[in-house]
């Protein structure tokens, strides 16, 4: 099958890469050539429109909602360039309301339109271990799933066009919220005198453990936060949870507060640093268990 991808990011590529590992030709777009996209051996271009010629099937891994929309709908995006019958599968995180809407003017041109955002980092994208969250109608999904087999190991049918982008935010959510709490019990641990080696070992194991404490905590203590999912981002998708919610009319609560938090992050210049840096917002008001591991 002849594919194009849009986005060579930090999660693009190495999803690109491993479906030329699988025998897939891949026409790939990108603004800004870096070094290491010499790695992909098929043709690299600059414009939408370019990347979609005698394509299949094109991936989209991009930031969000507006770059979407531009790489779509611009005047040289894909919808005007894709061949009858094409599918776009959508792997970046956006908005299900812009999802439905560009699924159906897919429709309307001949074109199909699948939502399947990612789980997992840039390591794990490497290894093929993403996990997918997936809009789609029945039929699309069967086209897009020995795709998305080669990239992940758990698919997940969320249910129609849009369902996949509306269970992303929710995971995100969730995630960056976490984040949140675990910053603050941090803090809150260091305030009390509890050492850090043993907090570590009790939020990993025990009834207040989550993925986000097991993954990240040995970092936050050792002071890493090299980015490979930035406090910006982790805004971002916080800002796509209050704007999904506001549509719906649910009022948000605690992830109107962590959205707050990491605003705060940001004013603190920590938004290049990984979005477990919100950790440091609460350094500000008390001790933190880093200080013992100086």
């Known amino acids: 099958?002849?594919?194009?991808?849009?986005?060579?990011?930090?999660?693009?590529?190495?999803?690109?890469?491993r479906l030329e590992e699988?025998?897939?030709?891949?026409?790939?777009?990108?603004?800004?050539?870096?070094?290491?996209?010499?790695?992909?051996?098929?043709?690299?271009?600059?414009?939408?429109?370019?990347?979609?010629?005698?394509?299949?099937l094109?991936?989209?891994?991009?930031?969000?909602?507006?770059?979407?929309?531009?790489?779509?709908?611009?005047?040289?995006g894909l919808f005007r360039h894709l061949r009858d019958g094409a599918t776009v599968l959508d792997c970046s995180t956006s908005l299900p309301t812009l999802t439905r809407d560009l699924q159906r003017e897919a429709t309307?041109?001949?074109?199909?339109?699948?939502?399947?955002?990612?789980?997992?980092?840039?390591?794990?994208a490497a290894e093929g271990g993403l996990?997918?969250?997936?809009?789609?109608?029945?039929?699309?999904?069967?086209?897009?799933?020995?795709?998305?087999e080669l990239l992940g190991k758990e698919i997940i049918h969320m249910g129609g066009p849009g369902a996949g982008h509306a269970a992303k935010i929710v995971n995100n959510m969730v995630a960056l919220t976490n984040m949140a709490v675990l910053g603050e019990g941090m803090a809150l641990a260091?305030?009390?005198?509890?050492?850090?080696?043993?907090?570590?070992q009790m939020l990993s194991k025990g009834f207040g453990s989550s993925y986000v404490a097991q993954r990240h905590m040995p970092k936050i203590i050792r002071g890493d936060f090299t980015p490979t999912f930035t406090l910006a981002m982790g805004l971002k998708d916080l800002s796509l949870a209050s704007d999904v919610a506001r549509e719906s009319g649910y009022p948000l609560f605690l992830a109107g507060t962590a959205m707050e938090l990491f605003q705060v992050g940001r004013a603190?210049?920590?938004?290049?640093?990984?979005?477990?840096?919100?950790?440091?917002?609460?350094?500000?008001?008390?001790?933190?268990?880093?200080?013992?591991?100086?």
């Open 131 to 148: 996990q997918f969250l997936v809009g789609a109608t029945d039929e699309d999904f069967a086209t897009v799933r020995p795709i998305l």
């Open 58 to 76: 094109i991936v989209l891994m991009l930031p969000g909602p507006a770059e979407i929309s531009l790489v779509l709908r611009g005047e040289n």
């Open 22 to 56: 699988a025998g897939h030709s891949v026409r790939a777009m990108v603004r800004t050539r870096r070094p290491e996209m010499d790695r992909l051996r098929g043709t690299i271009v600059q414009a939408p429109g370019d990347v979609a010629e005698a394509t299949d």
């Open 268 to 294: 603190m210049d920590f938004a290049g640093q990984n979005y477990t840096a919100v950790s440091r917002v609460f350094e500000r008001f008390g001790k933190s268990l880093r200080s013992q591991k100086a």
């Open 190 to 200: 260091a305030s009390l005198g509890l050492d850090a080696d043993k907090m570590t």
């Open 108 to 124: 309307s041109r001949g074109l199909h339109y699948v939502d399947a955002p990612v789980i997992g980092g840039p390591t794990v």
């Open 1 to 17: 099958m002849k594919l194009g991808f849009v986005g060579l990011g930090k999660m693009g590529l190495p999803m690109a890469l």
